[in-house]
């Protein structure tokens, strides 16, 4: 049994969610509602995706695990890429009165958020804060 821990990536999926709540609500306040939505959808698509890979590449840790870290790692970005592309698609067929440059731009900020925020968690491979 390993004593390593892992990351607390939990932190970069509320971060890319409280900063897509943010832009919907500042899209609602200076533009309009379907502006507003458009960016939620966009957010969304950015952080659902993230979420499902979080939960599959922290599954298994340790030197004995190392196959099965890689093919969740694997598993995890395949299903996240998969799943990315299955709700812009369905955004774009479904939703009528989409603006498509706020889905984008929703899409494109919260994606940023979860790069730089997965820089700035502090990680200890032996649990331990430094």
């Given at each position: 049994m390993s004593n390593l821990?892992?990351?607390p990536v939990y932190k970069?999926?509320?971060?890319?969610?409280a900063v897509t709540s943010?832009?919907?609500?500042?899209s609602l306040?200076?533009?309009n509602t379907t502006t507003a939505y458009s960016a939620l959808l966009g957010g969304l698509i950015s952080a659902l995706p993230n979420s499902y890979f979080a939960l599959h590449a922290f599954r298994y840790q340790g030197a004995r695990s190392a196959e099965k870290v890689v093919k969740s790692f694997m598993k995890g970005e395949l299903g996240k890429i998969l799943i990315t592309l299955v709700l812009?698609?369905?955004?774009?067929a479904l939703?009528?009165?989409l603006n498509e440059i706020a889905l984008i731009l929703g899409f494109?900020?919260?994606h940023f958020v979860g790069v730089m925020m997965s820089g700035f968690i502090n990680f200890?491979?032996?649990g331990n804060k430094t």
């Open positions: 821990k892992a990351p970069v999926i509320v971060a890319q969610l943010f832009v919907a609500a500042i306040i200076f533009s812009f698609a369905l955004s774009f939703i009528t009165n494109v900020i919260t200890s491979p032996s």
